[in-house]
Each structure stands twice: as C-alpha cells, then as structure tokens.
C-alpha cells in the first residue's frame, strides 16, 4: 500500500456516509473471508461447521478456478457448496482491485461483472454485503459502494461498537502475519462487554497459510473463544439485520 493510499484510507475513515446506532441488545460476531481460497471452504467449513457457525464469503469472480501466487481458489461448485450450506456470499468486486483506482462507471460495471457472475452460479441470488478489495476506499468509492450494498466492510481493526458506519465496518484480523491469541481475546472480551458487533476476516485456512490466511488452530480459536463469551455467530446480513433493525 503507498503513502497516498494510506493517506486516502485515513481520510475515509473520517467520512461517514451510513451511520446507524447500533440496536443491537447483546453482542454479535461474523467470520468472513475475501477472494476465497479454496481452503477457506474445504479447510474452513468443517471447523465452522464443528462450531454450527455459518460465515460471510466475498467472493471475487475473477480468482474463480484460478490458481495464483501458489494459492487454489474457489470454483463454482465450492461456491454452490456453501452456498447450500447456508453460508452467505458477499461481493468484492468482480476483478479485485484497488477502488479508489477504478474510475466510478468502471466500478459499478465492477459490481455489476460479480454479480453476473454469482447469478450464473448460484441462480437468483442479490448480493448485499461488499468488502472493499485490500481494504481500499476513498471518499468517492465508498459512496459508490453505499449506495449499492447495505453494509460494506473494511479491514480496520477494532470491534464496531454503538455507532455503526455501515460503508465500513471494522474488522479484526485472523491473519498469521500479525495473529497472536492475546489480541483476539482482548476485542473478543471488548466485544462482550460492549454488546459489539465483531467482524473477523481471513484469507486461506491452512497449516501453512499465507501471510493472509489462518491455521485450523487460529479459527477454531477465534471461534472458541466467541462462543464462550457467549457471542451468537452470525453472517454479516444477518448481523447487519439485527443491529439496524433490532
Ligand atoms: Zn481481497
């Protein structure tokens, strides 16, 4: 990431277009993950399927059976798979790149590619949470992106706790390259205690994850710890639903 965009992401922050007052009367948490790899599914399901928990996947058309930078992704039938498995699909742009980038009328092309897409897959499905590739946006991309999805996720981390900006929700990383159990159980308990809404997102799930992904171990953690908090798991649709309509 430049400075400039770095500097772009700051300001964005700061610009709060879907403000909501959180309704929520006891905390919540969602598991996402973006692109997908594949293992996100195939090592991923099961352990949140152990935890009866269904998560939120953003899915990218364009990593659709590819295999890039020694990473599998997800194909169409993964895609019904989870789908059928009560798991939501969210959007992340059909060809994953940086928003404030993109030009608006190629962006919303953009979201229109990816929702093509999963129509052709999974039959008459509406996306309606986005997650900004990298976790970019600028002032004008996250207008763009409010106005088409309800709730929209960044990668800033922290829990999102009585005021909500739905064009970007923080999120907590379940990332190995800067992982420790410590800092998940800190805004696991900040979540509990503030009756939060705590969004993780990973990458790959492996035992030998990427820098972006997550060990079996890291999850099964994360979700451990949630349910003994005593935190109901939702995906962010559903999560969304019960924080703005109560
Ligand atoms: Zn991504």
Sequence with gaps: MSLLDKANNALTRRVRLKTARSRL???????????FPRSAW?????????????ATYYVSGRFCDRYEDGLEYYSRDDLRALYAAGHEVGCHTFSHRRSPRVP??????D???????????LGDVVMSSFAYPYGDASPRTKALAGRRFPVSRGIRSGVNGRTLDLGQLKAVPLEIRSWTAKAVEREVELA???????????HDVSEAPSPY?????MLGHALD????????????KHAYARATFG
């Design 42 to 54: 195939k090592v991923g399901g099961p352990i949140l399927a152990r935890h009866a928990a269904k």
């Design 213 to 217: 992904g997550a060990t079996p171990t």
């Design 25 to 35: 009367t006891a905390p919540v948490a969602s598991f996402t993950f973006d692109d």
């Design 225 to 236: 710890r949630v349910k003994a908090a005593g935190i109901e798991i939702l995906p962010v």
């Design 111 to 121: 979201f229109d590619r990816n929702q093509v897409f999963v129509r052709d897959t």
């Design 104 to 109: 608006s009328r190629e962006l919303e092309a």
């Design 192 to 202: 509990r205690q503030t009756g939060g809404w705590i969004i993780f997102f990973s």
